[in-house]
């Protein structure tokens, strides 16, 4: 199991503390609301999104257990 | 616009038993509007005399709905108001729900340039119902809701007649009611109008797992597209085979198709699916050459005249970029923008945003100043760059796929009209520019212009 960021487009309303807290995983557009890329993410930012999730005014940024391998990130493809 | 919201039945008229199309056989066929073409009459007894009983259940008859979904499921048919889902699937999914589930007849039409809900409503009302009744039957539905946008009078009263007609006729095993959802663009979509049936806003919620059925108090809610349900009365009444005898394996059947722009005859063409692009566009005549054509509606995508020969299938209109959805094309001719209708499409989609997501609620707006700039202004050196960022922003951020459609309806026509959207770019707006729009949402918004629109000799 491994951990994937989402956010309900609904409720946010561009705080952008997730951004702050977590660069690595949220970027920001133009209007401040945060991008996410759905992947799953490494082990060691789990935590910090669990932290992210609990800080949003809006509870609108969400972490979710995923099915998937959290091997895929940086662009390589495939990297096990 | 399409004359059909004024006279249901005026672009009909070269229908019938043109839907055996380029397969040269004259037979005719059980479809969608045959019925209609022969007696227009919309009452139940002309219903009846055409098509026949519908084949409803006899009472203990424990094996019919896995028969009807058989049935369904081998014709091969599809959801006919934009996602193409197979409809055994669908039936499948909220049968196995638990509680008793709600039929909801999706009639929203909340697309400007589609007209065939209203046309199948006021021609062919009791096929609509029919399957309605069928997929209810096969569901146990405890409630059949027939929803008309509000706007639609004309539409609701002629559904309102029918179902007063089955009252009592051993044509009403499931209650019907009619209502009147706010018909807005996003308001037939699906979460959007199960919202609004709940006794909430009416606007589209965000659902992660799409798998999970939407529930209309506690029971599951099954919600249809009304061309649907009208091939599923047909499928149950004349089997899987003779639907498939029109269309093509991949896309069996016919479709309703909503022709307008800058044609002479705009309206509902029922078509064999596979016809050529070509072809269902010049039944509406085409006033002068045709540059482009915006298919599947204003969320959907433009796609050059070099497409013309595809067929009209999912799968290749997609592989030329164009898409089916719910069956509408907009015709562009010669001596129009493509730049500038582009731009009008996108600030109407813009202003039809249901207001609940961030980057739907700021970036549409913005792609619509861009597009402005780009087709009516001055453009900045940096201004095509920042449109394609600002189209690939909006793309997958809403909680419905309302940005996605705009999205992909900009990039298209930079695709398409890049030539003329450079030109716009280095050298300002072209002759075109200033055209009266083509456009069935332009006409809608400002009827007085509506004369004007057609821009070729007609």
């Known amino acids: 199991m491994s951990a994937v960021v989402k956010v309900n487009p609904i409720a946010c309303e561009a705080y952008g503390y997730c951004a702050e807290l977590l660069p690595e995983l949220v970027t920001l557009d133009e209007w401040g609301y945060p991008i996410v890329d759905g992947r799953p993410m490494p082990r060691h930012l789990v935590e910090l999104a669990l ?4 800080d949003c005014p809006r509870r609108a ?13 940086g662009g390589r493809p495939r990297t096990r | 616009m399409p004359t059909a919201t004024t006279d249901p039945t005026a672009g009909t008229r070269s229908a019938g038993a043109g839907t055996s199309s380029s397969r040269g056989d004259d037979q005719v066929r059980p479809t969608l509007l045959a019925g209609w073409h022969a007696h227009r009459r919309a009452d139940l007894a ?27 499921d081998a014709s091969g048919l599809t959801g006919r108001g934009g996602a193409a889902f197979p409809s055994a699937t669908k039936l499948g999914n909220v049968r196995s729900a638990r509680g008793r589930p709600t039929l909801v007849v999706n009639a929203m039409e909340g697309e400007p340039a589609s007209a065939k809900d209203k046309v199948l409503l006021s021609c062919v009302p009791h096929l609509v119902l029919d399957g309605a009744e069928l997929a209810a039957c096969a569901l146990d539905a405890g409630l059949i809701v027939v929803c008309v946008p509000d706007a639609h009078d004309d539409t609701a009263a002629a559904v309102q007649r029918a179902v007063v007609e089955r009252v009592g006729t051993g044509h009403a095993p499931v209650p019907v009611e009619v209502v009147r959802p706010p018909g807005r663009y996003v308001g037939g979509e699906e979460s959007a109008l199960v919202s609004w049936l709940n006794g909430g806003p009416g606007a589209p919620t965000w659902r992660p797992d799409k798998r999970r059925p939407l529930a209309i108090g506690r029971g599951a809610a099954l919600v249809h597209n009304a061309e649907t349900l009208a091939h599923m009365a047909l499928v149950a009444r004349h089997g899987p085979a003779s639907f498939r005898a029109t269309g093509s394996p991949e896309a069996p059947g016919t479709s309703l198709v909503t022709v307008s722009g800058g044609v002479e005859h705009p309206g509902v063409y029922e078509i064999a699916m596979g016809t050529a692009l070509g072809a269902i566009v010049n039944r509406a005549r085409p006033t002068d050459d045709v540059k482009a054509v915006l298919t599947g509606g204003f969320g959907g995508s433009w796609v050059p005249a070099a497409a013309l020969g595809t067929a009209y299938t999912p799968r290749a209109m997609a592989e030329v970029g164009g898409v089916v959805g719910a069956g509408v094309l907009v015709v562009l001719t010669r001596g129009t923008c493509g730049i500038a ?25 913005s792609v619509a100043d861009d597009l402005e700039l780009l087709a009516f202004g001055t453009a900045d050196p940096s201004l095509l760059a920042r449109l394609e960022m600002r189209v690939a922003a909006v793309e997958g951020r809403g909680a419905c796929r309302h940005p996605d459609g705009v ?5 298209s026509a930079l695709a398409v009209f890049a030539t003329d959207a450079a030109a716009h770019a280095a050298r300002g707006p072209c002759a075109f520019a200033g055209t009266a729009s083509v456009l069935p949402s332009i006409t809608f918004l400002s009827p007085n212009r509506a004369r004007a629109g057609s821009g070729g000799r007609a």
């Open chain 1, 61 to 73: 940024f969400l972490v979710e257990e995923s099915a998937e391998s959290p091997s895929r990130r």
């Open chain 2, 341 to 365: 209708e582009t731009a009008r499409v996108a600030r109407y989609m813009a202003g039809e945003s249901a207001g609940q997501c961030g980057p739907c609620v700021f970036g549409l707006p």
């Open chain 1, 51 to 54: 932290r992210a999730a609990k």
């Open chain 2, 46 to 72: 002309a219903h009846v005399a055409y098509h026949g009983a519908p084949p409803l259940p006899r009472r203990g008859d424990t094996s019919w709905a896995e028969r009807f979904a058989g049935v369904v």
């Open chain 2, 407 to 411: 999205a992909r309806m900009v990039r």
